[in-house]
């Protein structure tokens, strides 16, 4: 099967466009996969849907997330109907199972208070500080994913116009707009702090770290790991809580449905709607908590 698995990776590479990031979560889930046909002594050629939604519920009562296992759903159909267009099998067991319950779980936000609350604790050498007040006005004020914010480049930014081009899954651009205080922080990141890392001036990404080296997305990880402590904030703060804030607030002010799904950069609406919902939840919970006839 590891054949087969590699050489699905190299299909989905150069025929279907998978990023880096999908054909390492795929290898991954394949693998998985593998693992526990190997335990159940069961071949990949004769695996039925029955055995497959065996194989996602084990996956939920494991402690994956409801996104893991709607990722692994995916990645299943895609797989069975590779080996079907290969003639390894004669159908797609996975093409009906069911979907997980991916919206019981809604992500949680941060509000904009939260976010002045770590941008203003964000403490150490001048020049990162910078490049880390930067970072989360970026997240925050452009929505962006952690995998396109490392990847940044000089080239892409329009300070006057105030957007980015920033390339996605699939490679697929999008241009983002931003505000003032994106403007700003980005302004003194390049003016008063990149300046002092600069070593060459062929350097083409935002942004850098020590060596001048390119940042990476468990360096960004760890740094707002850090700021969360310094800020005393209670929540489990990770890069990805940005973009869903970004996105929740964005609707919560009446922003246009199709408008954010392009902002995004979501290739199904659908997923965007999911944000309409965290902000009704989120409503529901201030009410039940601060209302005295609540």
């Known amino acids: 099967m590891l054949n087969l698995i590699n050489d699905f990776l190299i299909f989905g590479k150069f025929e279907r466009n998978f990023s880096i990031n999908t054909i390492e979560s795929y290898r991954n889930d394949l693998i998985h996969l593998n693992n526990w046909l190997n335990e159940k002594s069961i071949k990949l050629d004769t ?9 996602l519920i084990e996956m939920k009562l494991s402690g994956y997330e409801f996104s893991s296992v709607a990722r692994t759903l995916f990645c299943l159909r895609v797989f069975f109907s590779w080996l079907l267009a290969q003639n390894y099998r ?3 067991p996975a093409e009906l199972l069911e979907s997980p319950k991916l919206w019981t779980n809604l992500p949680e936000l941060l509000s904009p208070e939260e976010i002045s609350k770590l941008i203003n604790s964000i403490k150490g050498k001048k020049h990162f500080v910078l490049r880390n007040k930067a970072i989360i006005e970026i997240l925050y004020g452009c929505g962006m994913r952690i995998s396109e ?11 006057n116009k105030q957007y980015i081009i920033c390339y996605g899954k699939g490679a697929k651009e999008r241009i983002i707009p931003f505000g003032k205080n994106v403007r700003k922080a980005i302004t003194d990141w390049i003016e008063k702090g990149r300046i002092l890392l600069l070593k060459d ?10 060596k001048q080296m390119k940042l990476t997305r468990q360096h960004v990880w760890l740094e707002i790991k850090k700021i969360t402590r310094l800020a005393g904030i209670d929540k489990n703060i990770y890069p990805h809580i940005f973009r869903h804030s970004y996105a929740t607030h964005l609707l919560a002010g009446g922003g246009d449905l199709r408008v954010v799904q392009e902002l995004l950069g979501h290739a199904d609406i659908a997923t965007t709607q999911r944000y309409t919902q965290v902000d009704k939840t989120h409503i529901l919970k201030q009410y039940s908590k601060f209302h005295p006839r609540a």
Request: proline share 0%; aromatic share 12%.
């Open 47 to 55: 695996v039925n849907n029955r055995e497959l939604s065996e194989f």
């Open 90 to 92: 004669k159908d797609n």
């Open 149 to 159: 914010l490392v990847n940044i480049k000089m080239q892409n930014l329009n300070l």
């Open 201 to 210: 001036d062929s350097f083409e990404y935002l942004f850098l770290g020590q």
